[in-house]
T-cell receptor
Framework: GAVVSQHPSRVICKSGTSVKIECRSL??????MFWYRQFPKKSLMLMAT?????????EQGVEKDKFLINHASLTLSTLTVTSAHPEDSSFYIC???????????FGQGTRLTVV | AQKITQTQPGMFVQEKEAVTLDCTYD???????LFWYKQPSSGEMIFLIY??????QNATEGRYSLNFQKARKSANLVISASQLGDSAMYFC?????????FGQGTELSVKP
């Protein structure tokens, strides 16, 4: 299958700082990327859907100013957690797909810990 | 709005036995896709099987098969001949209305 690379895999940051997570499609052009948040033993909660060149569509309850998503190219989307707090600690995972009716491929995930 | 539901938080199965993981869904989109993913403790999402809403036959991939009952809006995953390495979280997902959303997950434990 296609490869989606997500970095970093783990990050620890201080409360009040910002953290950027990158999601890259290595061997295909991703017109759509999804960002999810997952708590231990829980489901993947869709945070936002981003289409290349346009603003991300956020799910209800997700703060746009808190979780900044940029999808500037067909191979890269970034999620920036601004002014991070301990409650933002979680597993964040991205997925990317080329077309509407094609399979979405997942990054390895990023475990964020805010101290 | 679309919704996907997995009602089994945890399941146990004896090694070499078959197990069925349940998934029901709801959507107003006539064109949708249903997926099953496996998530081991490492966190990676491993694609297992896919069923399109217009597919006439149930999807199969090796030991995995998807029991698609469109009228009942269910898409259960059947794992045959369970192996110890099958122990993991399993998620049902639905593509529709421009999104990809997930069920609550089922934690499968395979007993030796």
């Amino acid at each position: 299958g296609a490869v989606v690379s997500q970095h970093p895999s783990r990050v620890i940051c201080k409360s009040g700082t910002s953290v950027k997570i990158e999601c890259r499609s290595l061997d295909f052009q991703a017109t759509t990327m999804f960002w999810y948040r997952q708590f231990p033993k829980k489901s993947l909660m869709l945070m936002a859907t981003s289409n290349e060149g346009s603003k991300a569509t956020y799910e209800q309850g997700v703060e746009k100013d808190k979780f900044l998503i940029n999808h500037a190219s067909l191979t890269l989307s970034t999620l920036t957690v601004t002014s991070a707090h301990p409650e933002d600690s979680s597993f964040y995972i991205c997925s990317a797909r080329q077309l509407e009716d094609t399979e979405a491929f997942f990054g390895q995930g990023t475990r964020l810990t805010v101290v | 709005a679309q919704k996907i539901t997995q009602t089994q938080p945890g399941m146990f199965v004896q090694e070499k036995e078959a197990v069925t993981l349940d998934c029901t869904y709801d959507t107003s989109d006539p064109s949708y896709g249903l997926f099953w993913y496996k998530q081991p403790s490492s966190g990676e999402m491993i694609f297992l099987i896919y069923q399109g809403s217009y597919d006439q036959q149930n999807a199969t991939e090796g030991r995995y098969s998807l029991n698609f009952q469109k009228a009942r809006k269910s898409a259960n995953l059947v794992i045959s001949a369970s192996q110890l390495g099958d122990s993991a979280m399993y998620f049902c997902a639905m593509r529709g209305e421009g999104k990809l959303i997930f069920g609550q997950g089922t934690e499968l434990s395979v007993k030796p």
